[in-house]
């Protein structure tokens, strides 16, 4: 099954409980809908973590946190998935989220610099925030559609293959 490959990857949720900055959640963070290994609960907490990453908010690790905590999806793998987003990653995904933006927008790109950095960014901000914007959420949206049905397939590809294998061993060990 998938939950073992994936299981040995993921924190212990007693760990959590230790933990003296998450103590005060106690019971809430618990729950053993948070920490269930299933085919529904495993792609809902892709879903989520890939589209709260395309979300260009601080601290995504907490609201990806708090919205698997609400909506009972698998907390690991939910904040987890954020990091898709990470220093490296996000020059190229956000520049990507705003050609898709402008795009979408029919407007005129805006010239990068030879070496665009923060400084640039903060600068232009008031020009390509918008098409910026509509680039991100359509990323949320469609990353979040693509992770849940990615791992309700490979799942299910490996429960079929599972099950293949075992009545292939059947079948030779009885004959």
């Not at 299933?38 to 708090?66: I, K």
């Not at 795009?103 to 918008?130: C, D, K, N």
Request: charged share 20%.
């Amino acid at each position: 099954m998938p939950r073992k490959l994936i299981r040995r990857w993921l924190p212990d949720n007693s760990r959590f409980h230790e933990h003296p900055h998450l103590r005060r959640l106690g019971h809430r963070l618990l729950a053993p809908d948070l920490w269930h290994l299933n085919r529904r609960s495993a792609s809902a907490g892709v879903a989520l973590g890939l589209a709260v990453a395309f979300v260009p908010v601080p601290m995504q690790m907490l609201v990806a946190g708090a919205l698997a905590m609400v909506l009972r999806v698998n907390l690991p793998l939910a904040v987890a998935m954020v990091w898709v987003t990470n220093p490296l990653t996000v020059p190229a995904l956000y520049w990507l989220a705003y050609e898709a933006g402008a795009w979408l927008l029919a407007r005129r790109r805006v010239e990068l610099a030879a070496m665009p950095g923060f400084t640039w960014f903060v600068e232009a901000l008031g020009e390509i925030w918008e098409p910026l914007l509509l680039g991100l959420l359509v990323f949320a949206a469609g990353s979040g559609v693509l992770g849940y049905v990615a791992v309700l397939l490979l799942w299910r590809l490996h429960v079929v293959r599972a099950w293949e294998d075992r009545r292939r061993r059947r079948a030779t060990a009885g004959a």
